[in-house]
């Protein structure tokens, strides 16, 4: 089957790593024609915008996209390209599988079990911009609602943030992470919050996966508190499959599991919604390697595994997934981020690993 697919190689080492990712398709002989969207940095000089209407214009037509890391101009009134996709697109759910391959660094002593899906929130929680400035020598009418309503006195020197979270903002992200585990034929999901302490807030949220979970008799459902949680993952990782988390839990605990797995070069993602899709590493654009031919491919490539998944092309996927593994698992052909220091072998550039794993898909 055809599929035409936007591409966003994006900034710094995107276009690297972009290059190697689109070997690696082609060598898998699936047909994608390439939809290219230059965004970011790269095209402010021309189009005055990092996000020019014309890419979300492609990924509406085409409803799956695989993006490069981009860079939003820090302090001209840009906002992040990535929060205006996410927002444009309805993306409300972020997706993180974190697993180890042997042979990427990790400090875990037996890292081989770890296979998690992270699925995070993307729309609510204290992301939400609500946020309301220290307001000492002027009248505070949040102050004065805040006294009336909960019965708290906060001094005037106070920041405030809101933290939003909906019965329908939940009960969507928990839908989400129980029809990915039955897809992909995962077997537990955990729901995790603060719901002992954020009793309205979090405690919606754990109620709102706790009613999902019973329309998913096939699949276990627990839930978990997330300090709980940040020590059962460094101490017992492989015992989670899926997790999904509010927004900010899920944001800190992707980049902990992460770091489990091997750190940023080898961490995929995506951003999904009930129509869109964008697949992207998690890692930024790496200003300080970019043309160097020193980035890892493997978080995009990983990525792209993911979108080939979604766009029902399992066994490319696969196969991509198996060479991407194997390259890594042997050590000869990696960049220098997956060195070992017992490794003596020199690395290789991003150019050279990716001729390495198409070599793998060709023989495979
Ligand atoms: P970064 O991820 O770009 O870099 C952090 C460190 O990790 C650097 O030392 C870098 O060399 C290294 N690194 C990152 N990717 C690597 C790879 N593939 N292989 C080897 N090493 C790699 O984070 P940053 O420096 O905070 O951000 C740089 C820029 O990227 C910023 O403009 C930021 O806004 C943007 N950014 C974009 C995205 C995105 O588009 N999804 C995500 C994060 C950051």
Redesign the pocket.
């Known amino acids: 089957m055809r599929h035409t697919i936007t591409l966003i190689p ?4 995107g276009p690297e ?1 972009a290059q190697v990712v689109k070997n690696c398709v082609s060598a898998l002989g699936v047909d994608i024609d390439w939809d290219i969207q230059q965004a ?2 790269s095209v402010m000089e021309k189009e005055k915008t990092p996000l020019p209407d014309r890419v979300l214009d492609s990924i509406a037509k085409n409803k799956v996209a695989l ?6 101009p ?1 302090g001209k009134g840009f906002r ?3 929060v205006q996709l996410r927002k444009n697109l309805d993306l409300f759910a972020n997706l993180r599988p974190c697993k180890y391959y042997e042979g990427a660094r990790s400090r875990i002593t037996d890292p081989s079990g770890i296979d998690l899906v992270i699925v995070r929130e993307n729309t609510e929680d204290l992301y939400a911009g609500i946020e309301f400035m220290e307001s000492c020598g002027g009248d505070n009418p949040l102050l004065t609602f805040i006294r009336e309503k909960a019965g708290v006195e906060l001094t005037c020197d106070t920041g405030i943030s809101i933290k939003p979270i909906s019965i329908s903002g939940s009960e969507r992200i928990a839908t989400f992470a129980f029809e990915y585990a039955r897809k992909y034929g995962r077997k537990k999901v955990t729901g995790i919050d603060k719901a002992n302490i954020m009793k309205l807030s979090d405690g919606l949220f754990m109620k709102a996966a706790e009613d999902v979970s019973k329309k998913y008799p096939d699949i276990i459902y627990e839930h978990k508190l997330v300090d709980n949680m940040c020590m059962q993952l460094v101490q017992f990782p492989e015992k989670y499959d899926v997790l999904v988390l509010p927004n900010l839990y899920g944001d800190i605990i992707s980049d902990l599991a992460a770091g489990l797995i091997g750190g ?2 080898v961490a995929p993602g995506a951003n999904m919604g009930n129509e869109y899709a964008v697949f ?10 970019a043309g160097q031919d ?7 490539l990983l990525s792209a595994v993911l979108m080939l998944s979604h766009i029902n092309e399992a066994d490319a996927a696969h196969q991509l997934e198996r060479a991407v593994a194997d390259v890594v698992r042997e050590g000869a052909s990696v ?3 997956l060195k070992s220091k017992n490794d003596l072998r020199p690395p290789v550039g991003t150019r050279e690993m990716g001729e390495a794993i198409v070599k793998k898909i060709i023989a495979s």
């Open positions: 994006g900034d710094g080492v790593i970011g940095a993006k490069g890391p981009v860079e939003t820090v992040s390209v990535n940023l070069g992207e590493a998690t890692h930024g654009s790496a200003p300080d390697i020193k980035a890892n491919p493997v978080g995009m960049t220098g981020d």
